[in-house]
């Protein structure tokens, strides 16, 4: 007795993949999705609070000099000139980070300053859109006159400025 070998006609020929082999191949990129996709959210989320800061840093440097020049600070920053100190002469500064199409579009902004006692101011910083249901951890970024950064989040300041 022989064992016969199917014959060239006979042969089943096979190409590709066979369905378990792309099954496992969809369970490692979910698997990979599912590591890559919470991070990547927390990134995008952790850069957007920076550039916020960044704005209400930019704000406060602005109040600072036009508290220099009028021993005041401003009480509408988009309307109110500051002294270039290039030319020596008032000059309406735009302060665009609610502009930006980066910071603008992921937080609201807003100068509160006092028109009784013009030496005192907070800036703030609401997240919107987005960035309100990424970041809940810190919130509302806020700063004054003095320096105190405060958050409206669960986070601690560390967590939620310079960090």
């Not at 990424?134 to 967590?159: E, F, P, V």
Request: proline share 4%; net charge neutral.
């Amino acid at each position: 007795m022989s064992i016969q070998r199917p014959s060239k006609l006979h042969r089943i020929a096979s190409f590709g993949f066979t369905l378990i082999e792309l099954m496992i191949v969809v369970a490692i990129i979910a698997i990979l999705a599912a590591i890559a996709i919470p991070s990547y959210t927390k990134y995008v989320a952790k850069t957007n609070r920076s550039a916020a800061e960044g704005c209400l840093s930019e704000y406060a440097n602005y109040m600072e000099r036009y508290y220099v020049t009028n021993l005041s600070y401003a009480q509408d920053t988009e309307s109110t000139p500051v002294a270039n100190p290039a030319i020596g002469s008032p000059s309406p500064l735009v302060l665009d980070c609610a502009a930006n199409s980066q910071t603008g579009s992921n937080y609201q902004y807003s100068v509160s300053a006092s028109t009784a006692t013009p030496t005192a101011y907070t800036l703030t910083a609401t997240s919107i859109n987005a960035q309100l249901t990424r970041d809940t951890q810190c919130g509302t970024l806020t700063l004054n006159q003095i320096g105190t950064r405060t958050n409206s989040g669960t986070g601690t300041l560390a967590q939620c400025w310079g960090g």
